[in-house]
């Protein structure tokens, strides 16, 4: 398998995570059904959604109503693709590649999801218990239920301000993929990224000491980043 074809397959893959993503949480159907326009709600022709190119050949408008398009499209497909590559570079085409790829699927969508709206479907997380399954070290669910137990804790002592029951439910599959060995790097990379963006967005005036920010993505970025690196 070639490089070019991981990025060029991941962009379509990823105009599909950009369909979930806005579709799941409205409670809509994202198996079937065209793709429509979101402004004027009009069914798309298939060149109308062609990943990256139509948006820079309309120049981020749509073609039906002339209304500006959501940069959030050609974002999610090329961060998508871009993380495709990587794990491809990383792991070579094999079933390891393949059983990450479909659970980078899954996390990215939870990351946007969690981003966008402050919640993590349940829909999801169980996909990601199916996917936890198949990988050779997950046999054994303690890590990710030891890492539940502290964000549970964490959850009944700020009355579910600090942390919602979404992402106590999301480490316990991650954390089985994880490991014991890797658990506290997993651990610690989560509240040291969430710590430290808190921290930034409080200096830039972005956020408050009461403001809640979703957990959920620093959760993902740190199991990405410790899976690979370590």
Request: proline share 4%; hydrophobic share 50%; charged share 15%.
């Amino acid at each position: 398998m070639d490089v070019t074809f991981v990025f060029l397959s991941s962009l379509l893959v990823g105009s599909f995570i950009g369909a979930l993503t806005y579709r799941l949480p409205r409670g809509m159907g994202f198996i079937k059904g065209r793709s429509f326009c979101d402004s004027c709600k009009k069914e798309l022709s298939w060149f109308d959604n062609i990943p990256l190119f139509s948006y820079f050949w309309y120049k981020g408008k749509s073609r039906c109503c002339g209304m500006k398009i959501s940069i959030r499209y050609p974002l999610i497909e090329l961060f998508f693709a871009v993380c495709s590559t990587v794990l491809y570079l990383n792991l070579g085409f094999s079933l390891l590649f393949t059983t990450y790829y479909l659970l980078l699927i899954l996390t990215i969508s939870i990351l946007i999801i969690d981003l966008e709206y402050q919640y993590i479907p349940d829909e999801l997380v169980w996909l990601i218990f199916l996917i936890c399954i198949l990988h050779p070290t997950s046999y054994i669910l303690l890590p990710g239920f030891i890492y539940s137990l502290l964000l549970l804790t964490i959850h009944f002592i700020t009355k579910g301000r600090g942390m919602g029951l979404g992402d106590v439910k999301l480490v316990i599959p991650l954390g089985a993929i994880m490991g014991l060995t890797k658990l506290p790097y997993f651990i610690a990379g989560s509240f040291l990224t969430g710590g430290v963006t808190a921290f930034i967005l409080l200096l830039l005036g972005r956020a408050k000491m009461k403001t809640k920010i979703a957990f959920g993505p620093f959760i993902i970025i740190a199991f990405w980043m410790v899976l690979l690196m370590t």
